[in-house]
């Protein structure tokens, strides 16, 4: 008989093993009508109402029912008929009520079949304890076995993991790697769920041989208790099938036992099957983090290099641009310093403009030289953008090809972690662009200003100068003016003494005496007189109109002054004064020049 307390203790859920039993009190509480003498093959399986069974205490029971004289069966009907039926025909026979002398043959036999019985049933009971006993030992080896088998199949599956446990060693690893891993798992899990099948198959095996060894000894006995005949038929078929009853309900709890065990391991099974594709596919995302970290570090490392950060090409253009700009820079300078050479009197508002468009257009030559270099700064950013994104798309394209990511988790990272980069790069650039645009327009918006107030300040100076030179000009040509009149007066004068001279010259030339002569004589000297006397007049008037030119001149000269000292902001009431005084001191000296003169 099979002792289930040999078997590995294995915890069941509590809903498998309530279904389980309900299922088989079910079975056992179906009631089946016990018919008469059974020929042929005994059945394993009885569903008779429940009733205790061998070997925890029925064997005791039925020795102690057969010991007595009469086998306790009060529910039998068909059997207590078969007593009387029997003991009316020894009635019968006996002689019609002839009295003779009692025999205990009868007794005897029935107590050596009692006997016989008893020993036949021992003896069944013995070979069904021998059988369990052989084959309880079989079972405990398939199950220890096929725990041993399970456990190393654990153990190499915790050998796999323990290898891709450490991050350093996983990033080692490639996708197809960590695939043939899994397949491992799964190959080794397979493997696990081969040997529960090969055990529910050999449990199986084991039970139908111990269940045909049972029908086989239930056989024999059934036809050893039907020769020995101690009970009737019916009573003996009822023994076995109290007997077989029993020995199916061991066989049921030992197949619901082994279910319980394969199912538990099976669930077990698929638990662990999860449980290692969880573990698989987490230690794959951390692989998977740990290449995309990587990536993304790599090319953080990438943006910082010098190559990056202090691009070449920009340093080169910022140099030739800082070189070229400080050449014009310089010339527009020079040229600016050519304004302390605007004297006069070549100092006029013609020379002001054209020094004016020659600062102008320098101007124009170096904001257009910026331009351009700013225009190359913005290129090579451009390019440095596009070599960059180019570099992201390589590493991308690297980890697609490991399998780390697809194409859209690519552009997700790219997106996320790499263009950043390339943006705040970008960013810098433009911002130093700008910034550069901004310098450069603030210092040319404040050189075209302060340009434009230094060429005012000169146009205004080359005004007043040229309208000084005006003014000189407009008091020369009334000076000559004025000695144009007198030389015409005078010459007129002169002309008509002279016509008078001539006359008294031609006379004299006619006289023809000394008398006349004489007389003619005496007028000519009186018209070379009056001729001497007239250039004198000429020359005093000539000598009063040059005398108002230094006036003319001198106040010129102090409106002039004044002027500019306005002009250049130094013009003060003390100034005024002094001027003032000057100017008078001036016509002094020319008074007394004239004086002196005349």
Known sequence: MVETASLPELKLRPEFRANAEVKFMNTLGQPKKVTGVRSGKIPL???KEKTKGWPAGNPTAIKHVLDTDHYEMAEDEPYYASKEVERLEDNLVSGQGKEKKKSDIIERITESRRQRHKNALEDLHEELGHLNKAVDPQVANELEST?????????EIHILFTGIENDNILFTYPLKKLQVLW???VTLLQKRSNKISDLREQLNETEKQRKEQISELFKHYSALFHEIAYLNADAINLLMDLEVHTSNQLLLTNYKHYANIISQIQLENVVRLRQSRVRWEERLATWRDLHTRQTTDKFTAFMNTPAITDCPDIK?????MKCELNGLVDRRFNK???VRELKPPSFTCKTVLRWYEEVCELSLTLENTHRR???KLAAVGDKVLLDCETVADRMLETLQEEGVCDDSEAQELKSSDL???????GARHKEKILRLEEEFSDEAALFKANLHLLYDFQNSAANIWTEYCSRVTSKNIELSALIKKCRRKHDEINQQLESSLDMEMDKMRQDTNDIELKKHLGKATEALEEIAAAYTNFKRDMADVIKTYPDMITSELLNYSVKIRKHLGCYTEEVEENMEDEEEGGEG???EGSDGAS
Request: glycine share 0%; net charge negative.
């Open 316 to 320: 080169a253009i910022s140099e030739q």
């Open 45 to 47: 399986v009885r569903t």
């Open 336 to 338: 600016l310093q050519t």
């Open 147 to 155: 725990k041993e088998q399970i456990s190393w199949i654990l153990s």
């Open 183 to 185: 397949e491992d798992v």
């Open 373 to 375: 270099y700013i225009a």
């Open 589 to 591: 000296e020319v008074a």
């Open 419 to 425: 263009m950043p980069l390339i943006e705040k790069w």
